[in-house]
């Protein structure tokens, strides 16, 4: 179904930036080797979408004719080496990161301005990474890029700001990830460390999960597994010392009763 988006109802779209809360957890990510790979460009899309986590691609131009202008804005974020990077609270459900070739993406710069700041640019006036061989391909077509094109390498890596296994005391966490085992198709993304902050302001930097050889984003810190524990032993068994106790007591009152009846009966019979 195409998006019908009017004037009134752009507000739907996020903006985003740096810190965005997902389920009262800020959450933001770095690639620690980005820049490790000469001959591709990382990409998180889609980076501004719709009220739902859908591209803005799927707009009706005909119920939004507004939006004919619109159709080469930037929806996607590059990923830079050293920067921290956010979610928009909506795409977070849908942004997937790619890699795209950088000998026909090739990098360039502009500098931001306030209608930037839906895909992290928070900042108007500073210059910032895009892709202009992207920007020409409209957003309708570029959801077929991200989804079919060869020449875009993809990962079952998927980011979950507000994943379960983190403790309840999280409010912010910050997740170092690093890319690798390239091949036709896709790539791998690890989870190297990853720093929670508490509420109380204390920080915690998880880094148990650099042995884990490729990452998806529903693991962070698996439970430990119920078989690994070992059984607690037995406990021996113990002897019933309260039901014998009643038998001893109930024979003994049985024994006494008799004696008296017995020496009652001899006393009446000498008289």
Known sequence: MRLRLSLAS???LVLGGSGIAHGDVAYSYEIENA???????LVVWPRACGAK????????????????SRMHEVD???????????????????????????DVFARGTRMATAD??????????????????????????????????????????RFDPAKASRPAIVKAVHEVLQVDA???????????RAVYTHEDGGTETVTDLAAASSVDASVLAAPASS?????APAEPAK???????????????LVVGGILAARKKRGTAAK
Do not use: M
Request: with cysteine; hydrophobic share 45%.
């Open 35 to 41: 820049d490790a790979h000469a001959d591709k460009v």
């Open 182 to 192: 390239f091949d036709g198709t896709s790539f791998a993304v690890k989870v190297k």
């Open 116 to 157: 930037d700041k839906p895909i992290g640019q928070t900042e108007a006036g500073t210059p910032f990474v895009i892709l202009p061989t992207l920007d020409a391909i409209d957003l309708g077509k570029r959801i077929a890029l991200f989804e079919k094109d060869a020449r875009v390498l993809r990962t079952s890596f």
């Open 227 to 231: 078989a690994s524990v070992p059984a």
């Open 239 to 253: 002897p019933d010392l309260g039901t014998r106790w009643v038998l001893f007591a109930a024979v003994a009152g």
């Open 76 to 102: 996607y974020e590059v990923v830079v080496r050293g920067r921290r990077h956010a979610l928009a609270e909506p795409c977070a459900k849908s942004s997937r990161l790619y890699a795209l070739p950088t």
């Open 53 to 68: 986590g859908e591209p803005l691609g799927t707009i009706d131009l005909a119920l939004n004719p507004d939006w004919a």
């Open 10 to 12: 752009a507000a739907l």
